[in-house]
């Protein structure tokens, strides 16, 4: 079976790749493209450790076809910080110690910033909720809240 | 109850810290490459020509394999190797690896790889490795295995009855005496006491007894298990993984593929999560042999289901535990009988149950008993404190009933019949300075402990205990041209031990905490170091490295002396500065400029210690729970969390809350929701994480901290492991509040919806 | 004369069920002698995946520990972590 011809946007840049059918979106970016932030956890779409954004909307890349990217936006980790400086969600996850092992973290990131892109003043229950499709299994999520609470509250200007 | 104060951590130290560094909460070191997604973990390795490996799995709980016939799945075009049992070297039940790995080399073949028998649904049969990963699933289907289904057993008291199928016919139970002439599916009975519990009892005026039962559960970790494996032609390995341990990996691989020490070279890659259960191997052996095969490099990664399947989950068992008492609250007498599932090969954790159940009490009649039994589950590994997390949920739901039977307040129970400094410890040796008396008290003066409960609310509370470990450790430490300084140990990083070894390094030396490199080596560049694990990174590592700190400082005297012409005893070590103790006006050579100059003075500058620590300080943690019940869904929801834990010195306090907050909600995860689910075939029906369910954000709410410092004396900065003790109390500080919301006694493991109606309904 | 006990296993298994000796030795490896000449059988037994606790401090590599005059030495199980 022939290959697919892909073209896609990725963190703005234009990049064409060649996939197979049954390749998944994650699959694509970390095996074609080494972009390998977004991790597999489960490729079930069930822990978020792959969450990525298609113009703008926040999905898990095992759950999407290589060849859905076609003509779309996507958004990876590699991504959020912007040139030379972290972004303010990236600071804060390290200032409040908001990962021990890391391996959720390019997941956390993607889906808190997609979060705050929406919903600049989330309560705490509402973040809880955005972030429930993303696992932790190190942290107990305490840390996470408090980093995504004091990088909004940064990113409102407070 | 305020929010404001959910957000507050409070640190009581017992003595002042005066440190400059220590107790700091500076930026990990390795923490942009985790935020950003650069940093490396074992899935993430590429290699030039690489293959891309499968593993073939037993679908049959327990069944003889009759052949293995690979021949279809080796000429299928990109194919490149194919491995079964037969591929590995048979391994003697007497055989250990270099250095003294307490475990069974011939277990651990045969759980890499199956031989005669498949002993649970996942085992390992075969593996194959090919050009593209569709093309291995392909190659991987076309492998014909021929197996006779025999029947399985799930259950440790079912295993344990003589007519349940037998999983090794070499299988005699050892501790019974007379030995037994019928093996049975029990390796080992276990004892372990202090005192005459008979008397104890006899003396007591009331006593307290019930059975308990908790589920297999599993450590959970995100990353499922990575690696890559190049072998080359002279017969030198190379493998990317993460584990907790590249020298566990490389002792353990190069036995199992028979193959010498010196030529497999382990490179630690970041661990996505471990919890113990990255202390042993599944993938490496297998990718190690399919490259040697196919002289390509081989990266083999488990999925979520393998993960679940296949790989150590600690134990599900029983505990029947029995305690007496006076009226005035003191125990007399604590007895513990129990049966934990060790999966297919030996090897629970039960004795260390059996140790630790009792442990944060001074009680002189104690006798525990463990049963070790086979089942055809995944071969449990260890998970945060194993074994002690049954063994303490049982004796801290007893101490609760018999709180309720004394009319006594169940930490004014605890405080009673506190173990402290002096007091015979449960397992036998007296302990030496600890600090639990001071988390009960913490946990009594705490505002969540005196908060007010709603309708259908409960509050548990329950302490644990947890010994830590030290062990094997090396550091080596190089100051840089520029007064910067690089500490090299050899300890993969699973909570942010980085930070801790380049802040007490720091600290040591005098130095700012941003001059300091802290790297993990791989094992050709680094003295052997024990694997993380057991709380005694911080701990046993920490020591190394302030040892090799030590080793520097007094190089950088020696360069000090010779500059200024004078005896090494003259010249002094303060903040970060040689100081000449000789000349009339204040002399001193920074680090940096000592460093600047060492060309002229001898050359590079560097220190190590080699060491295996010794001192490591007992743990003991409190939590309290407080829970909500539905009384129509049967669903428990934690409302409020506190956990409390003597620390000894918190090196990194952030660090320090993160393990108690993250062990605490995996053992809320395992009281409440998470447990494995087989089908009457004995086949895994839950492996995934829709159905394995792990607590997610939206379950819990935030989790205050309490860090008690009471310094361990057997380390300079009084450090005491952490890791472990949180996972222990949860359990039934959690059965506590929902015994207490419902009115009826949990007894059995996870307290899931269902669960919680049928007692609800059959107390009416 | 250090005071010695054994795990109630290894004394039920090798010294009759007696797990409480007064015995002098100068480390743990002539400790371990000395019970074998006792106990024949004894010594594999507590070279094998055994850790020491000398006077409250636990050993896990402890042969060549040494024992004071009025120590208390624990013979206990190897301890894991996770």
Known sequence: MPKHHVATTINGDPIEYLCDTEQTLLDVLRDNLQLTGSKEGCASGDCGACSVTIDDRLVCACLVLGVEADGHNIGTIEGVAEGESLHTLQKHFLQEAALQCGICTPGFIVAAKSLLERNPNPTETEMRYWLAGNLCRCTGYDKIIKAVTNAAAELRGE | MGKEEQF?????????????????????????????????????????????????????????????????????PGVKAVVTSADFPEISPTARGAGEAPISFRDLSRNVMAREKALYDGHAVAAVAATTAAIADQAAALVDVEYEVLPHVLDAREAMKPDAPLLHADMFT????????????????????????????????????????????????????????????????????????????????????????????????????????????????????????????????????????????????????????????????????????????????????????????????????????????????????PGAPIASFAVESALDELAKKLNMDPLALREKNAATEGTQAAYGPTFKRIGYLETVRAAQNHPHYSAPLGPNQGRGVASGFWFNIGGESSAAMHVNEDGTVEVVTANPDIGGSRASMAMMAAEVLGIDVSKVKPSIADTASSAYSMLTGGSRVTFAVGKAVCEAADDVIVELRRRAAKVWDVEIDAVEWKDGAAINTKADTSENLTLAAIANTAAKTGGPISGKANINAAGAGPGFGTHICDIEIDPETGRSTVIRYTAIQDVGTAIHPSYVEGQLQGGAVQGIGWALNEEYIYDDKGCLQNGGFLDYRVPVASDMPMIDTVLVEVPNPGHRFGVRGVGEVPIIPPLAAVANAVTAAAGVRMTDLPISPPKLLSAIDSEK | MAKVVLQREVAREFAQGETEFEITAADVRQLIRLLELKFPGIRDRLSERTAVAIDGEIFQDPLLQSIDEHSEVYFLPAIEGG
């Open chain 2, 8 to 76: 507050k951590t409070a640190t009581q130290s017992v003595e002042s810290n005066g440190y400059k560094v220590v107790g700091t909460r500076p930026i990990r070191p390795d923490g942009v490459e985790k935020v950003t997604g650069r940093a490396n973990f074992g899935a993430d390795y590429n290699l030039p020509g690489m293959l891309i490996g499968r593993i073939i799995r037993s679908p049959h709980a327990h069944a003889r394999i009759l052949s293995i016939n690979t021949e279809k799945a080796s000429a299928l």
């Open chain 2, 174 to 385: 050892k501790g019974l005496d007379p030995k037994p002439e019928i093996p049975s599916n029990i390796s080992q009975r276990h004892e372990f006491g202090i005192g005459d519990t008979e008397s104890g009892f006899d003396a007591a005026d009331v006593v307290v007894e019930h059975d308990f039962t908790t589920q297999c559960v599993h450590q959970g970790y995100i990353e499922p298990h990575a690696c890559v494996a190049d072998n080359t032609e002279d017969g030198m390995s190379t493998v990317w993984t993460s584990s907790q341990g590249q020298f566990m990996v490389r002792n353990y691989s190069a036995t199992v593929c028979n193959i010498d020490h010196s030529k497999v070279r382990v490179m630690p890659a970041e661990i996505g999560g471990g919890f113990g259960g990255k202390t042993t191997i599944y993938l490496e052996p297998v990718a190690i042999l399919l490259s040697k095969k196919a002289g390509k490099p081989v990266k083999l990664v488990m999925n979520r289901e393998d993960v679940f399947r296949a790989t150590g989950p600690t134990s599900g068992g029983h505990a029947h535990a029995r305690i007496g008492a006076k009226k005035d609250g003191t125990i007399t007498a604590g007895e513990l009988t129990m049966e934990y599932e060790a999966g297919a090969f030996p090897g629970s954790p039960v004795q260390l149950g059996c140790m630790t159940g009792f442990g944060p009490y001074d009680i002189k009649n104690v006798k525990t008993i463990g049963f070790d039994v086979v089942v055809n589950r995944p071969k449990v590994a260890a998970y945060r404190a």
